[in-house]
């Protein structure tokens, strides 16, 4: 773990990553304390101050209804945070099993497991998600539900193709020589070899999740107002370009700020855990 | 017969699979919507003899395996339903606004292979070094932010400030275009219009660009690693012993075998555009299927929410089809075998 830290903090753009992605967790949790204006994340009308570019007192603007932007981004990193590691805790392991089964198994198994995840995975990942929260009301928890439904065959494809190249190495032999049940082979002998490529890419996932959930929210799929969030303060400014330049290009760099963050991250740990792209 | 015959017909049958369960899916997600569809097509103010009449008519009262195979009858003639937005059968709807979205997606495709692949190789062939660097935080930074925040930055940056591009639509009001394929750029040299074939390219430009930031760095990433991985074969070192220059090296020798694991998720990146296009069709105002999509997803429109997912999933196992195609052409041990090892 120390000796992971070291690698990447010797890398200047890895350890730039970590800085970024320690500093939005940390702005997300104590958001309340920090922003200037914690009462902004709700329906707040303040006229006196709409629609002003960044000043002193409000360094990022006010919204057309004179809500702080700063304050409102730091309170729309807790959603995408909390959406992002929502859908990975689920979307991880459900995609990690159905990829170990049908690696290890195979046969028929793998024939029918591996089809279900190609019928999810010829969809774009976004037309899959608008389609479940076109039916469904569009809100934080169907976000969620949407976003992993089409996230786990990912993982499932991930590790798939990994189990299926462990499982003719000899040490996954010597356990089936020796008896070993196959669940004790699939999750104490191959998945340990699965990690590093799925450490890697749920830091790398968190980002894309954060630009999946905007955009559902740009399309005013997601989160619904007057509750903050990325892509719907993007879409809302949008309206206002050029005038008022600030209510979407703050927005839009605290996304690229947060992705870019899991990026370099993701990267980083690609070498420490020698991962290939 | 030949291989790659042999490759498109395995292709094909799978995508049969694939294409029976993407329905499948489809069939399903349309019925997780909460309530009554025959309620929700008639609105509030329906009487109860006219909800029963539609839910005969939609079947809905049998059981669900019936109903999946009476969807599927319905597709099977190329019939999607009626659109409860525009009033119109599904199928006209799509064939009016697809080829707007395709054409710009198509036109980004053309931009990530051409932008993506030069970067990659640039920053392969001098792995390590400053111009290696500068094309990876470059390529991290356009795959950092979704197209509609690259949509917007270009927007403000090259329509407003510097007034060079459009800000909106396809074409200027001023051409009268008459429709025949429905891809403007087509359209306009049928119509032997060349100022208005140039007035398409140019509206093109800004939402083709910002659909396709993220695939050039994609493509750009993955060209770099894998030709990193090649030029660690014994084979560069005879090329760089044979006094070969770095780069006749670079594209006759490191790039060629690492296009093919490359050309794989270029095409799933090709494809993630057809999603991602809902996002800078909305940002330029582009006439095409996502503004339909997104207009009938508010309005709960079942039949055009399906269709539209279903179009744009077939398109996807097309482009996959064309893909696989590809590496049969391009890969020499299955173009040149006459057993058809794949």
Not at chain 1, 145 to 168: D, N
Not at chain 2, 39 to 58: K, W, Y
Request: aromatic content about 10%.
């Amino acid at each position: 773990m120390i000796r992971a830290l070291r690698i990447i903090a010797s890398n200047p753009l890895s350890l730039m990553g970590l800085i970024l992605v320690l500093t939005i967790l940390a702005t997300a949790v104590f958001a309340p304390w920090i922003a200037p204006f914690p009462t902004h994340n709700s329906a707040v009308i303040d006229f006196a101050f709409a629609n002003q570019g960044p000043t002193a007192r409000n360094w990022m603007g006010t919204d057309l209804v004179g809500r702080d932007i700063f304050s409102r981004i730091l309170y729309a990193y807790r959603i995408s945070l909390t959406l992002g590691v929502v859908v990975l805790i689920i979307a991880t392991p459900v995609g990690t099993i159905v990829g170990l089964l049908a690696g290890y198994l195979g046969g028929w198994t793998e024939s029918v497991l591996m089809r279900v995840v190609d019928v999810f995975l010829s969809v774009p990942p976004l037309v899959l998600a608008i389609a479940v929260l076109g039916v469904l009301e569009p809100t934080l928890t169907n976000a969620m539900i949407a976003v992993t439904v089409m996230w786990w065959p990912w993982y499932a494809r991930l590790v798939y193709s990994i189990a299926r190249s462990e499982r003719e190495e000899g040490y996954v032999l010597a356990a089936e020589v020796i008896g070993a049940p196959t669940a004790h082979i699939a999750f104490r002998e191959i998945l340990p070899n699965c990690l590093p490529a799925i450490i890697t890419k749920m830091t790398l996932d968190m980002g894309f999740v954060i630009i999946i959930a905007s955009s559902l929210s740009f399309l005013g799929l997601g989160v619904q107002p007057p509750t903050a969030d990325l892509g719907s303060m993007v879409a809302e400014g949008a309206r206002y370009l050029p005038d008022s330049w600030w209510m979407t290009v703050f927005p839009g760099m605290a996304i690229l700020l947060a992705v870019f963050g899991f990026n370099l991250l993701g990267d980083g740990l690609r070498e420490v855990l020698g991962v290939e792209e | 017969m030949s291989s790659v015959l042999r490759i498109l017909l395995r292709r094909l049958g799978i995508s049969v699979i694939v294409l029976i369960g993407v329905s499948m899916l489809i069939f399903a997600i349309a019925r997780i919507i909460p309530g009554d569809p025959a309620r929700i097509a008639l609105g509030p103010n329906a009487t109860a003899e006219q909800v029963a009449a539609i839910r005969a008519e939609m079947h809905l009262d049998e059981p669900i395996v019936a109903q999946y195979g009476y969807f599927v009858a319905d597709l099977m003639r190329g019939d999607l339903g009626d659109s409860l937005y525009t009033n119109r059968p599904v199928v006209t709807d799509i064939v009016e606004f697809l080829p707007a979205t395709l054409e710009l997606v198509i036109v980004a495709g053309i931009m990530m292979v051409s932008f993506g692949l030069p970067l990659g190789i640039l920053a392969a062939r001098h792995r390590g070094r400053w111009p290696d660097h500068v094309v990876r935080i470059l390529t991290l930074l356009t795959v950092s932010a979704p197209s509609f925040v690259w949509a917007v930055i270009l927007m403000l940056l090259f329509a407003f400030y510097l007034p060079l591009f459009p800000v909106a639509g396809r074409l200027d009001d001023a051409y009268d275009i008459a429709r025949v394929t429905g891809f403007l750029t087509v359209d306009t040299l049928i119509a032997r219009d060349l100022r208005a074939f140039l007035d398409a390219l140019h509206h093109l430009v800004l939402p083709a660009v910002a659909l396709a930031l993220s695939g050039i760095g994609q493509a750009a990433r993955l060209t770099r690693a894998n030709m990193v991985e090649t030029y660690d074969k014994p084979y560069i070192e005879m090329a760089q012993a044979y006094g070969f220059s770095p780069s006749r090296i670079a594209r006759r020798y490191a790039f060629k075998p690492s296009l093919i694991p490359s050309l794989t998720i270029i095409g799933l990146d090709f494809a993630a555009m057809l999603g991602n296009a809902f996002l800078v069709e909305a940002v330029f105002a582009w006439p095409g299927l996502s503004r339909y999509g997104v207009a009938v997803i508010l309005r709960k429109d079942l039949n055009a929410i399906m269709g539209t997912v279903l179009v744009i999933a077939l398109t996807f196992l097309v482009v996959n089809i064309i893909v696989d195609l590809m590496i049969a052409f391009l890969n020499p041990r299955i173009r040149h075998s006459t057993r058809g090892a794949s």
